[in-house]
């Protein structure tokens, strides 16, 4: 699909992720509308773009959204509302079902009744695997979640392809890695940095420093949206979106001590937090064949962030 002049719908899109999307989209001369109700995303992410937006605070469950979804004839509706980590969800498993797997349904069902013939695709997670049982990761692998986040994620992914196998409609599923990058004030990569700015002389790393993870960088997320968005076939297929590249905590609290010059005792808390997978080893040769590949080193995604971070608190 060729993305110039195109209308797109983003759910979620004043989000982390959502934000560096839209503005490659418009970047693309695509008609950009944004549903979000702002819960975690922000309008100060849009700020270089929401001239060139269409921007609705809305629930995706509200049925005013889904009065557009009937009303507008989108080219794509990309799936990034709802929660986005795994500990929020082991409080709150209930309402972590209802706000992703319960929304996507009602979603996917709404396109149906209209006999959408649009390209979706959905936001899913590694969290699907759980602890996989071999390594690297690859897309038709074992999905047996340790999380109620990706339980829901993984029940989402399964309404995405039923319904094209049911209905036809024309739709994938994305499993996100460990994404970072500017906007993001979690996960590890922040939290290291926000760590080694109070104190430049201790880092305390949760485990025991020996976990892997495929860290992508936020640009690099948006660039395998667009490869997929314009080469897929869309025939409810999924996509591992990861570097191919892994490293361990201790080797990416070393990578961002050595990008901020800092010198820190590292120390570990050996215990992991609940729903956490140990090992991510990642196989990215589905994105590869549609012409993905990673641009990013960990080092350059780093010190971008870096630079957002310090940014920030000036």
């Known amino acids: 699909m060729r993305l110039s002049r195109k209308k797109v719908l983003i759910t979620g899109g004043a989000g982390f992720i959502g934000s560096h999307l839209s503005e490659a989209l418009v970047d693309h001369n695509v008609d950009v509308t944004i549903v979000d109700d702002l819960s975690t995303g922000s309008l100060f992410n849009l700020r270089s773009?929401?001239?060139?937006?269409?921007?609705v605070k809305s629930n995706i469950l509200s049925r005013d959204f889904?009065?557009?979804?009937?009303?507008?004839?989108?080219?794509?509706?990309?799936?990034?509302?709802?929660?986005?980590?795994?500990?929020?969800?082991v409080r709150n498993p209930s309402s972590n079902f209802k706000n992703t797997a319960y929304a996507t349904l009602v979603l996917l069902d709404t396109l149906r009744k209209v006999r959408s013939n649009c390209r979706f695709i959905y936001a899913s997670s590694a969290a699907v695997y759980g602890n996989p049982k071999k390594l690297p990761i690859c897309e038709d692998d074992p999905t047996v979640p340790i999380s109620p986040y990706g339980v829901a994620k993984l029940t989402s992914e399964l309404y995405t392809y039923v319904f094209h196998k049911i209905y036809g409609l024309k739709t994938v599923s994305l499993r996100f890695f460990s994404v970072y990058g500017p906007r993001q004030k979690k996960q590890i990569i922040?939290?290291?940095?926000?760590?080694?700015?109070?104190?430049p002389h201790k880092l305390t790393i949760i485990g025991d420093g020996t976990q892997k993870r495929d860290m992508i960088y936020v640009k690099d997320v948006v660039r395998a949206i667009l490869k997929v968005l314009q080469n897929s076939n869309f025939n409810g297929n999924v996509y591992n979106v990861a570097t191919g590249n892994s490293y361990s905590t201790k080797e990416i609290a070393t990578i961002?001590?050595?990008?901020?010059?800092?010198?820190p005792v590292l120390s570990y808390t050996k215990n992991l937090r609940p729903g956490d997978a140990q090992q991510w080893v990642v196989c990215i040769n589905n994105l590869k064949k549609i012409g993905f590949f990673p641009k990013y080193s960990l080092e350059d995604g780093i010190r971008n962030t870096l630079k957002w971070f310090n940014s920030q608190i000036k």
Request: positive net charge.
């Open 190 to 199: 922040y939290d290291f940095i926000t760590k080694l700015s109070k104190n």
């Open 256 to 263: 961002v001590a050595r990008v901020m010059a800092k010198y």
């Open 49 to 55: 773009i929401v001239s060139k937006i269409r921007l």
């Open 66 to 89: 889904r009065r557009m979804i009937k009303t507008e004839k989108y080219d794509a509706i990309l799936h990034l509302a709802g929660p986005a980590y795994v500990p929020p969800s």
